[in-house]
Nanobody, 120 residues
Framework: QVQLVESGGGLVQAGVSLRVSCVAT????????MGWYRQAPGKQRELVAA???????NYADSVKGRFTISRDNAKNTVYLQMNSLKSEDTAVYFCNADILVAGAGYQGCWGQGTQVTVSS
């Protein structure tokens, strides 16, 4: 079994920075792409940023220049540094990872989500 656990969300004012983290634990052999998604009330879940094992990154247009995704392969951890936060960034942020699980093949795994609320 594999678990993804996010941390670092909270209530902040517009314009400040926040970093969320996600660590994967369990019977992990390889983690390929890791990413952050978000879902605001009444809206569909959307991709925020993703990073491959080779460190290639892509971002949603709405966060380019403000958010930075990074990962530590030794710690099975992915980070999302969020700067210049706006009220429209308010959402539940979910971690996602494509993981080769021992005895189970590749699985797409999700965390439980962490709430980020930006007050204007």
């Amino acid at each position: 079994q594999v678990q993804l656990v996010e941390s670092g969300g909270g209530l902040v004012q517009a314009g400040v920075s926040l970093r969320v983290s996600c660590v994967a634990t369990g019977s992990i052999l390889i983690i390929n792409t890791m990413g952050w998604y978000r879902q605001a009330p009444g809206k569909q879940r959307e991709l925020v940023a993703a990073i491959t094992r080779g460190d290639n990154k892509n971002y949603a247009d709405s966060v380019k220049g403000r958010f930075t995704i990074s990962r530590d392969n030794a710690k099975n951890t992915v980070y999302l540094q969020m700067n210049s936060l706006k009220s429209e960034d308010t959402a539940v942020y979910f971690c996602n990872a494509d993981i080769l699980v021992a005895g189970a093949g590749y699985q797409g795994c999700w965390g439980q989500g962490t709430q980020v609320t930006v007050s204007s």
